[in-house]
């Protein structure tokens, strides 16, 4: 049973353009909702994290937006680059602190 | 600081074989968690250490096991190898101490890709 499903599985972005990956999830307990990025041959490196008590958090080009009652979140990338191409992860905490990470997106960014 | 590190990078069993994944997470770190990465499955929880004790455990056959050393550094180990026990094998490490705010955050060594043949 997947606890975080994640949305869509590929995406194509033009350059300057708005890159946008949504995650849902059932577990109200969830407590952090972090956003991975993982380049071919790495591991994942953290990008972006919000809590559940707060509705969006941005840094640079990368927001989080948060819905609690939707149950809710996504990833905007705005002015989307080349160099953003990647694969990208959601992921969410239960207080145990184990995470559920979702399915992963493929975003690719032409030039 | 040195990140987390995993050895060896790559490897390559035959079925039913057995072997063994190292980790070492930032100097510091108590919590350590293992992922199985493959296409299509995203990445699946094992299981993580803290302290030296298990606490908390995926849904994994009893094949795959691990262990945490009194220095934080962590091994796990499938048994039996099969075909499908082929993936990208993630280490991630954390101050977390019971899910403190600002510190679960998880930081991914670059994984042991595990080929069975």
């Known amino acids: 049973q997947q606890q975080v499903k994640q949305s869509p599985q590929s995406l194509i972005v033009q350059k300057g353009g708005i890159s946008i990956i949504n995650c849902a999830y059932e577990?109200?307990?969830?407590?952090?909702f972090p956003w991975y990025q993982q380049f071919p041959g790495k591991g994942p490196a953290l990008l972006i994290a919000?809590?559940?008590?707060?509705s969006e958090k941005k840094e640079g080009r990368f927001t989080i937006s948060f819905n609690k009652s939707a149950k809710q979140f996504s990833l905007h990338i705005m002015d989307s680059q080349p160099g953003d191409s990647a694969t990208y992860f959601c992921?969410?905490?239960?207080?145990?602190?184990?995470?559920?990470f979702g399915t992963g997106t493929s975003l690719t960014v032409i030039p | 600081k040195a990140g987390v590190t995993q050895t060896p990078r790559y490897l390559i069993k035959t079925r039913g074989q057995q072997v063994t994944l190292s980790c070492s997470p930032i100097?510091?770190?108590?919590?350590v968690s293992w992922y199985q990465q493959t296409p299509g499955q995203g990445l699946q929880f094992l299981f993580e250490?803290?302290?030296?004790?298990?606490?908390n455990k995926g849904n994994f056959p009893g094949r795959f096991s691990g262990r945490q050393f009194s220095n934080s550094r962590s091994e796990m180990n499938v048994s039996t190898l099969e075909l499908g026990d082929s993936a990208l094998y993630l280490c991630?490490?954390?101050?977390?101490?019971?899910?403190?705010?600002?510190?679960?955050?998880?930081?991914f060594g670059p994984g042991t890709r595990l080929l069975v043949l």
């Open positions: 991630a490490s954390s101050l977390a101490r019971g899910g403190s705010a600002g510190q679960e955050t998880q930081y």
């Open positions: 577990n109200t307990a969830f407590d952090y």
């Open positions: 919000i809590r559940p008590d707060v």
């Open positions: 992921a969410a905490k239960s207080a145990g602190n184990q995470f559920y």
């Open positions: 100097s510091g770190h108590r919590s």
């Open positions: 250490y803290f302290s030296e004790t298990q606490r």
